[in-house]
């Protein structure tokens, strides 16, 4: 077990998801830098798909009630065991009743926590992530919440493949380059907007969350007027919402909406989108 | 709406597929429902390998395809599957509704009656789920003719109560949770929409057929 000391701007625990109940109205939710938390587990001797911890630029204090291994990866930040410093990146052994701190983020937004043996609550339509647009899943944490580890698999920790370690999936200098494709309903938009899309720089805004990355910039004026009959959205739909200020939907997105979707980030590259501070310069480059 | 589409001859119905990034296709179609309930049969006899099926208003999305020109292709192929009968011989699922919603005075208004035509008329609608979509659980009852479509309120509700009953556009809903909304509301019904451990979890699924009786009168 371990209990939460200090639970900074939004941890959650985050696994790979709960694809599959989208028509019934239920977001895929799962860690929104899916790679980091691999990696994380990787390091731990996990499965891809165990649960870990998510953290928003603040990360989390911990305590340990058992012995365990753990790894942090994603967002690049200070780890200490009991006030000493530990690698980011790489698995370290932490005594039972040990505090773990992990530090504001250096760069990049999410830092992703493995334990050997996964962060075990009780999994809701197979998968343990929480969904804060829905509320399925655990709760957020909050300080004193006790969370149950699974049991560690024998031979953990694995060796980490190649470059999985250092590997980071943050924008470099402040500017990510995103790559989309367009449609389904890129016609709703003129040729003017389009062009738009490819050619203008936008800031990703503060109002972003696991739902989604919202951007300012160039307007999109659009092409065909009304609304448009609800249809079903995939992660890394560019939705355009009546002010024309794009939205890229992420993990705990909404399954059907009722906004044109102009085209759909590649899905390599939403974890630029998911590890990129407010303020960030994003560019869409087209892709086919 | 559902005469036009039973009238229509098989294979008369034009499908246009709509590529959604690099492993989804938005099909457009006339019945979304019966279209959902044939890709599901699909997928579950190993046809179709999608993650995820999706009705919306007029088009199903095919979500996590592995290969999405095959699945294009296949889906092209497909006669337009029979439309559910409204009449069918399955009886719909009954869900009593206790009609004392505020906006029901407002409801009667925009469709020209009073109050209990609007009772009178939601009672004995069957409805069928179209999609689902808002929250888990939710989902869009469709059946109601165009011409009863009731815009949503121009101020949503901060907090509408669980179980209460909505129209918007042509739809009717119903709240899984207690969550701001904006629909108009008729009623209440005491109904578990959505419970994670049932299988399925939802209690209205794409193409279920829905009947709102009054409860005062059962």
């Known amino acids: 077990m371990i209990e939460v000391v200090r639970s900074g701007l939004l941890t959650t625990v985050q696994d790979l998801g709960r694809p599959g109940y989208a028509h019934l109205g239920v977001a895929r939710s799962g860690a929104l830098d899916a790679p980091a938390l691999i990696r994380a587990n990787r390091l731990v001797g996990n499965p891809d798909g165990a649960a870990g911890l998510e953290t928003t630029l603040t990360g989390i204090t911990f305590r340990a009630d058992v012995r365990t291994t753990v790894a942090v990866t994603g967002a690049r930040s200070p780890v200490r065991v009991d006030s000493e410093p ?33 962060v075990s609550v009780a999994p809701v339509l197979g998968s343990r992530s929480t969904d804060t647009l829905s509320g399925l899943g655990p709760p957020p944490l909050r300080p004193g919440f006790v969370l149950p580890l699974g049991r560690s698999s024998p031979d953990a920790p694995g060796p980490p493949a190649p470059g999985d370690a250092d590997s980071s999936t943050e924008p470099a200098a402040g500017e990510a380059v995103i790559r989309l494709r367009f449609g389904p309903r890129h016609d709703w938009f003129s040729v ?47 939705q355009v919402p009546a002010d024309g200020q794009p939205l890229v939907f992420l993990a705990d997105h909404p399954t059907t909406g009722g906004y044109p979707v102009v085209g759909v980030v590649d899905a390599a590259d939403l974890p630029l989108l998911a590890q990129a501070r407010p303020g960030t310069t994003v560019r869409f480059a087209s892709w086919t | ?22 492993n989804a296709l938005l099909l457009e179609v006339d019945d979304p429902p019966a279209w959902f309930t044939e890709l599901w049969r699909l997928r579950a006899g190993g046809q179709l390998p999608a993650e995820d099926i999706v009705p919306g208003a007029r088009t199903v999305l095919l ?33 009593p509704v206790a009609y004392d919603g505020e906006d029901l005075p407002a409801v009667a208004e925009l469709w020209g009656t009073d109050t209990r035509g609007v009772v009178e008329r939601l009672a004995t609608t069957e409805l069928r789920v179209a999609f689902c979509g808002f929250t888990p659980g939710w989902a869009y009852l469709s059946g109601l003719p165009p011409e009863l479509a009731v815009p949503r309120l121009p101020t949503p509700r901060s907090r509408v109560p669980a179980g209460a009953v909505g129209l918007a556009d042509a739809y009717a809903g119903i709240y899984p949770t207690a969550s701001p909304g904006g629909w108009r509301l008729v009623g209440r019904a005491d109904v578990s ?10 209690l209205l699924t794409p193409g279920t057929r829905v009947r709102l009786p009054d409860r005062a009168r059962t």
Do not use: W
């Open chain 2, 193 to 202: 929409l959505f419970d994670p451990d049932r299988d399925p979890p939802a």
């Open chain 2, 1 to 22: 709406m559902m005469a036009v589409t039973q009238d229509k001859p098989r294979g008369a119905a034009t499908m246009r597929v709509r590529p959604v990034g690099a």
């Open chain 2, 63 to 95: 979500d996590g395809l592995p290969d999405p020109g095959a699945a294009a292709e296949l889906v092209r192929g497909l006669a337009p599957p029979a439309p559910t009968d409204p009449g069918g011989t399955a009886s719909a699922l009954e869900i």
């Open chain 1, 192 to 238: 003017t907007a389009r062009d738009a899309l490819l050619e203008s720089p936008y800031t990703l805004s503060v109002k972003s969350n696991r739902v989604g990355a919202r951007l300012s910039g160039t307007t999109l004026s659009r092409a065909v007027g009304g609304e448009l009959p609800s249809e079903g959205l995939v992660l890394g739909a560019i």
């Open chain 1, 86 to 118: 530990v690698p980011f990146g790489a698995a370290f052994g932490v005594a039972s009743g040990s505090v773990v701190e992990v530090g504001s983020a250096e760069s990049g937004v999410r830092a992703y926590v493995a334990f050997a043996g996964g």
